[in-house]
């Protein structure tokens, strides 16, 4: 079945560092991709997304590119602040009717002053 | 815009009692309607989804049943409430075309004990 891997489980930076977290997929065709952003105690919050090869999502800073070659979607920023804390989770649309949201396993990003 | 509101925001419920959650959406006609759980500390996993009126279609039950008696209601519920149901409970919307984003609600934070 379809499934999204985040390899990093928790990332340390510091204030204007570069991210990067690593979201790889398995699916079949060509999945919708997402990156979600979750604050304590809320509900997640859409960032972007993106729907086919070479495709690039991006919002607040925060981009990403659709890759079909290496089946990846990584989240990067240039410059991160201490408010973009919070837990990231990559997403992929499944085929069923359903519409299926898969989430990956979430990373939380931890930014210090 | 649309707007979605979940009820309780947060509740302590003993073993065997029985829960009912609840979810609207505003501005927005015939959306598809999700419910999901979330681990302390985990991924979100979607538990039941619904495309209309009356009709409802279960992914993981863990012992929970869902219902849509309005167009912009949906409701999770339980007769006998287990520990492992503790948890964030988050319902979501999205349009009818295919591919459309999901958005989340503000969740609600259950407690069993």
């Known amino acids: 079945g379809d499934s999204v891997t985040q390899t990093e489980g928790q990332v340390a930076l510091s204030e204007e560092d570069f991210l990067t977290i690593h979201c790889n997929y398995s699916?079949?065709?060509?999945?919708?991709l997402f990156w979600y952003v979750q604050y304590p105690g809320e509900g997640p919050q859409f960032l972007f997304r993106?729907?086919?090869?070479?495709e690039k999502g991006s919002s607040r800073g925060f981009e990403a590119t659709y890759d079909k070659g290496t089946t990846s979607f990584h989240l990067q920023k240039a410059s991160v602040q201490e408010s973009d804390s919070a837990v990231y989770y990559c997403?992929?649309?499944?085929?069923?009717?359903?519409?299926?949201?898969?989430f990956g396993s979430g990373t939380q990003l931890t930014v210090m002053p | 815009a649309q707007t979605i509101h979940q009820w309780p925001v947060a509740e302590i419920k003993a073993v065997g009692s029985p829960l009912s959650l609840g979810c609207t959406i505003k501005g927005k006609s015939s959306p598809n309607l999700y419910w999901y759980w979330q681990a302390t500390g985990g991924t979100l996993q979607q538990l039941f989804y619904?495309?209309?009126?009356?009709?409802v279609e279960s992914v993981v039950q863990l012992n929970l049943s869902a219902s849509r008696p309005k167009d912009d209601q949906f409701i999770l519920s339980t007769e006998k409430l287990l520990l492992s149901h503790s948890g964030f409970y988050l319902c979501a919307w999205r349009g009818t075309f295919n591919q459309d984003t999901q958005y989340f609600g503000p969740g609600t934070r259950l407690l069993v004990l």
């Open positions: 619904s495309i209309t009126v009356g009709q």
């Open positions: 993106a729907s086919r090869d070479k």
């Open positions: 699916a079949s065709g060509y999945p919708a």
């Open positions: 997403a992929l649309g499944g085929s069923s009717g359903s519409w299926q949201l898969i």
